[in-house]
């Protein structure tokens, strides 16, 4: 394995709210609210992100060089001045897709166990 890749899997698997973090940021910036609620309705409401859990996990994403702060906003009229946008890295793509491919091989796993997937 690669350094970068020895890296990539130091952070796996990931923490169930990370992972809906990053998985919230894959389809472009936002801001904590935004994550909030995008978890919530793609989870159909079985996970929720309370504002001190998330923010925490933002601060250690941060921390982790998985996710940075945007300095891009939308126009004034449709944007709160207070809210903080945040965005994927690089390191943070690599690590979100190393998880969904991780979650996939269990899922398959799953599927040959119970018989429903032929090798």
């Known amino acids: 394995m690669t350094m970068t890749e020895t890296s990539i899997q130091a952070f796996l698997p990931l923490k169930t709210q990370w992972f809906h ?3 919230s940021l894959a ?3 936002q ?5 909030m609620q995008e978890v919530l309705d793609r989870t159909s409401g079985k996970v929720r992100l309370w504002p001190a859990t998330l923010y925490g996990s933002i601060k250690r994403l941060i921390e982790a060089n998985l996710i940075e702060e945007s300095d891009e ?5 449709l944007d709160d001045a207070r809210r ?3 965005r994927l890295s690089a390191l943070g793509q690599r690590v ?3 998880e969904c491919d991780r979650l996939q091989e269990l899922v398959r796993a799953i599927q040959i166990t119970r018989g ?3 090798e």
């Open 73 to 77: 906003r939308p126009s004034p009229e």
């Open 84 to 86: 903080r946008y945040y």
């Open 31 to 35: 801001h904590g609210y935004g994550i």
């Open 96 to 98: 979100l897709d190393a």
């Open 116 to 118: 429903t997937v032929m």
């Open 21 to 23: 973090i990053l998985l």
């Open 27 to 29: 389809g472009g910036e």
